[in-house]
């Protein structure tokens, strides 16, 4: 028994159908791992018999599941080459859709093109309608039960159809035998009629499928609407004519314009592996304005011819009436439409249409990066004031001097047992005011106290002083991690208001609109900046960007720059940086000719576009990506400490060397004196006493 449907069936499906659209000829696409590639050769000798024109190409493929794109645009440009409208594509569902995505950005998927895909698997949840929309492309499906309505694939609707197949057909062998004679289940499957998943469940005496249905489907919009049947009976019937009005814009459908633009970064680009896959047209461009005119391009149903203008300017009118530049072609008729973000201009609108606009522009204060200021020697003190350290100092003198008050008067201390014969006589300093001063110095810095009080009034004054020590540690701490972590920034600015006011100087592009502005301003701060740039207009006011820039990077100024500089300085100029908000903001939009009929289309798309949010999704995606520069300077390596951090630290470790050396040597040499002091005081004793010779011998050793 063989549920799948046989080469010869699918084969004649494809000839009744492309026959009854009238078809005489196509260009067929298929690979040969496709489950459709079985069918192909009866396919083609049908075709054939009929003198149909049919050229038959292999899809270029690196493997089972992944096309060569590079050759697969080659083919495809062929296809656009021969002017050939009908397509039929024998290929699994993986391939569809690269065939298809290809195909869009090729504009063959538009009303003049009709697409026949022969995978079953196609109308079942593979393709995505939704991303061909509003292209007007017409695409033909076959589906094996439609009426069914969800996207099982047709592997899954196979094996739910054989366990019915095995259900019914013991269900009515056990019903007229009583299930005692088993080998009965073949003859009684091949009379099993029923309405399943992949259509209607027939076989034949031989156990094919027989009398095989399925539904005939065409896109309208995102949804799929059937149009026909098929069956191996009846062959093709179509019961509704595909109607193509509501895809096709009535002024711009079918059109093709001829659009102009720039190569400016982010709008027109070329992509970085343009070389390394050999792209060629439009297809090596992408950006921000690439990604709207597509989308439009799908929309309103056009395609459009791409010519890239090297050193292009929007254009300036001349002494006799005509303009210069991309606006010059658009004043003269010569393009549809100028694919750049231009300012929108009052003086502009003799001469062009603006669209809504499709973006705000604005400028920048753009400087050299600054860089972390050089931590204080002495930056671990910086937690707590000078004052605060001044009182610390005084406290812990204070508690050193009570202490050894308390142990001289309290009978209960060191200094008064000692004198009682309690302790030892020499534990009787253990609270003098040197080893005072060292157990409160001790327990501030968490050594712990050498020598514990005694009494009970030397036990509330160290638990008081231990107490102060745990609040100030705490303290000191918490501040003290803040103070290491935080990054200090040399001098910068962040708005005219403080770049009027600093030391800096600042400059900007001779031509830019926002200097004929700051040198008129009479409010403050453009007023100053205006002034500034007059006063000094030779040095500040230059005429091209790099050399601003290279201002801006070596010397103490700021430069006053278009956004435009701002996508530079994320992918070239990493010594430098913008600063601040946006400011002097103008629309941006794309120019048409005066009175364009396309004008009142592409606005309406560019209102729809920003009320579903692809606009804000273009910004997002185009403005707002991080550039080399951002990567490099990442900020996840701010609260690292470098070396400068505990710099000082260090350098009071070597003072407290130094100071140690000093003190052993002033400790020995105090030793020396006391010990030759004590000899001779020894030895003068000795004389008077009477000592032998040898005794004095060794009292002078």
Known sequence: MNLYPEPIDLSKMVIDTVQKYRWTSAFVLYDKYADSYRTLEQFLNWAADRDWLLRVKEIPLLSSSEVDRRELGSLLRQIMMSREVHVILMTNSDIIVTVLERAVHMQMLSYQYHWVITSLNGPLGTVPLEDYEFSGARMTFFHPNFKLGDDTRLFERFVIDAVLTVVNTAADMVEDTGGDDQCLLHAYATKVEFEGYSGTVAFDKEGIRDSLQMDLLENKGRELEKVGTWSSLSGTNLTSTFNTSFLTNPVLGGKKLKIITKERHPYVQVKKNADAFELEGEERYEGYLMDLIRKMALHLNFTYSLEIWEDAHVGEKQPDGSWDGMIGELFNYRVDVVLDAVSTRSFRLEAVDFTEPIEMSGYYLIMKRPSKAIPGIFQF???????VWMVIGGACLLVAILSTVISYLDPYEWHQLAKRGEVKPEEGGNWDFLNSMWSAWGAFVGGGAEYLPCSYAGRVLSSTWWFVILVVIASYTANLAAFLTQTRLEETVSSLEELASSKFNYGALARNTIVQFLQTATDEPYKTVGNHLKKNK????????????????????????????AFIVKEQRCNLITVGEKFFLSPLAMMLPRGSPYTKEFNRLILEFRENGFMDILHNRWFRARGKCDSRFSTTDQSVLGLESFAGLFYFMLMGIALTMLVMAAEKVWFMRQDKEKKKSNLELADRGGAKDGELDALRA
Not at 382 to 387: K, L, V
Not at 539 to 550: A, C, G, I, M, P
Not at 551 to 561: C, P, S
């Open 538 to 565: 030779d040095e500040v006011l230059l005429s091209t960007r790099d050399e601003l820039l290279d201002k801006a990077e070596w010397e103490k100024f700021v430069f006053i720059a278009d956004a435009e500089n």
């Open 381 to 387: 003190l910086a937690p707590f004031s000078t004052a």
